[in-house]
């Protein structure tokens, strides 16, 4: 392993979006690293035909299903557009299962162009890919359960501070959702070096929000998170130790995922950014 190398006190913005190492400092610099990693993903993905090639057949295929059923459903261009744009936005969430083993692949071709040692695709069956996706929906949705009686007490017992109380709620949640776009962005980028030997067990340490609720009255539903964000503890143990670059790299990839459309056509840039995050964290991390 190598440690980061020495760097300014400031980076300039132009090294963000090229192929290199961790900053040497935390703090801004650090976010303001992992908020350019989706715009290198986009970059090295137009820029390497191979990739751009593999990124496009999603894209391709999805967008043409879209119009087929647009073509099927209506006579006139104006109710086949918003056929179309109906269909996309409702099986929005259907490329990352039907593609995954394409990102994935994807994923390892993309670590040689971004400096990276090479490696293979790391590729889980479907009905892992579908059962990770459900876990995720129900912790999205679990989580926000304390959110959800902290508002219905303060409207029963504060009236007043209600209104107030709404945008922290919004804030909550939004930092939430957050959180696991960036740990989904990382899953996507995980690849296998095939020569490293197996890991050794290593003792399992529970995420931030399943510390939170370990207290007497609330240990059955810390074990519930537990159990639903075990198939994520890499991830979340790397935005535990960067969460300036977890922040960064998260707005990022939501702002370029936040359209449906836009989603389809830059999510391989978040695969190929969530790549070179990963390469460089293990790079940067001291030796076992």
Known sequence: MT??????PVLAPRTWFAPGPLPARRGLPLFGWGLAQPLLGLRVVVGEPALLRAAAWPVLLFAGFCALVALGAED????????FLATLVTLAPAPVLLFGKTYRRL???????LG??????EMPKLRTAVADAVRQAILLGVGL???WLAFELVEAFWPAAAPGFVWIAWAVAGFWALHWIVVEALDNGHTVDPAAPADPAAPAVDPWFVRLWQVPLLRKFSGL????SRPWRRELQLVARHPELALGFGLGVAA????????????PAAVVAAVHVL?????AAPPA
């Open 3 to 8: 440690a980061p190398t020495s760097a300014p």
């Open 76 to 83: 006139d261009a104006g109710p086949r557009l918003d056929v």
């Open 107 to 113: 994923a390892a071709a993309a670590r040689v162009p």
């Open 116 to 121: 990276l040692s090479p490696r293979t695709a």
């Open 145 to 147: 359960v304390p959110v």
């Open 225 to 228: 998170l537990r159990r639903l």
């Open 256 to 267: 370029i995922i936040a359209v449906p459309f836009a989603a389809l056509v830059f999510r």
């Open 279 to 283: 390469g460089r964290v293990d790079e």
